[in-house]
């Protein structure tokens, strides 16, 4: 049986190596597709980011919808690992493989050939299409996404509806739907000793005695309890490194890194104060640096959601879960420019890992979907 649209495009585009920030020829290859079909394509490249941002108008007044995603995908890792080659877009059985194959090219081809079904069925739709495609977001994630927001934005380009292809399913296509993430505010701790010999104590000061109790307060904390949408914030300490190697040092320093994935029960100001008041406490000097990389976003009314779930429960006949679970991504630089904002794309079970596959007919189904929610939003 031959491949359909859906992943003839898919394997063109994991052919593509564009491990973050690169984009290959993926871009070219999506702005190509997209003229023929008679879109308008802008490249807007920051830096060493290739950002893509193309529209096609339906009849005058209408919202305006857009598809949004990346071409970027992390390293392959040991490609010995690999069952077949992770740039090679291979279709065994089922299963399409490759870097990218559910994170998240395989959706930017459901989407592409989603729009292109609709607009040759439908003349009148109302509003606008779009398509935000960049190549940071497995990166930085500096000039990509935010930076195209920020341009549109200064136009006066206002996005309605905003639907992001990554993986959000567990078990099968759109069984869960992302309606939001955490945020995410990581820190980097410098807590300042007095180095000296181990036997003479009482002239150095144990920067590592000092974190003890500072640490175990803010690995015990009850920051928040979370809400209906949200799990309760966390506090993890990703790394911790002092000393020279000596065992008859006191060292002079610790350095320890750690983030908060924290709910809308939590604010990042909070967050940062209840941290400098513990660390206080237990510290007599200490530096700490502040990285917020995403503020919480969530979804909970407007026309997307409905839509969304209508069009799932119409082709898969599941009641789609509503999420706030996982990591962040790009809608944390969207939605808070008052866009209505849902993640739904293919599985996740293999993103980021040696041999990471999605399901044949799942990216056709996702097609359909996304063809179904376009009709909703723009045929009313």
Not at 234 to 239: R, V
Not at 309 to 316: K, M, Y
Request: proline share 4%; charged share 20%.
């Amino acid at each position: 049986m031959s491949n359909s649209d859906t992943i003839s495009l898919a394997q063109q585009l994991i052919r593509e190596p564009s491990v973050s920030p690169e984009d290959g020829r993926c871009q070219q290859i999506i702005a190509s597709y997209l003229t023929n079909l008679g879109f308008t394509v802008e490249h807007m490249p920051f830096g060493p980011v290739k950002n893509l941002w193309a529209t096609r108008q339906g009849s005058a007044g209408g919202p305006l919808f857009s598809f949004a995603g990346h071409t970027d995908v992390v390293p392959a890792g040991p490609e010995g690992e690999w069952r077949v080659s992770p740039f090679e877009g291979k279709v065994s059985g089922d299963m399409l493989h490759g870097r990218g194959a559910a994170d998240m090219k395989g959706s930017l081809a459901a989407m592409l050939t989603a729009t292109s079904r609709f607009v040759a069925k439908v003349d009148d739709y109302h509003g606008t299409i779009a398509f935000l495609i960049t190549s940071d977001e497995e990166d930085a994630a500096t000039d990509g996404t935010v930076k195209v927001m920020d341009t549109l934005e200064s136009r006066g380009t206002k996005i309605d509806y905003c639907l992001i292809g990554e993986p959000s399913s567990s078990q099968t296509v759109g069984d869960v739907v992302r309606v939001g993430r955490r945020g995410s505010l990581g820190g980097t701790l410098i807590i300042k000793g007095i180095q000296g010999h181990v036997a003479y104590a009482d002239e150095a000061r144990n920067p590592i005695h000092e974190s003890a109790p500072a640490l175990l307060e803010l690995t015990t904390t009850l920051w928040d309890e979370g809400n209906e949408f949200f799990p309760a914030t966390t506090f993890q300490i990703s790394n911790i490194t002092a000393g020279n190697g000596a065992n008859n040092v006191i060292p002079g320093e610790l350095l320890a890194e750690f983030n908060f994935r924290f709910s809308t029960e939590s604010t990042e100001q909070s967050l940062r104060q209840q941290t400098e008041e513990i660390l206080s406490r237990h510290c007599a000097e200490y530096q700490l640096d502040w990285r917020l990389s995403g503020q919480p976003f969530l979804t909970t009314v407007g026309a997307l959601i409905p839509a969304v779930q209508a069009a799932i429960l119409n082709r898969s006949g599941l009641d789609a879960e509503l999420s706030t679970a996982g990591g962040t991504s790009d809608g944390r630089f969207i939605a808070p420019r008052n866009v209505e904002v849902v993640e739904l794309g293919p599985c996740n079970a293999t993103i980021h890992k040696v041999n990471e596959q999605v399901s044949v007919k799942d990216l056709d189904a996702l097609s359909v979907i996304y063809e179904d929610i376009l009709g909703a939003l723009l045929c009313q």
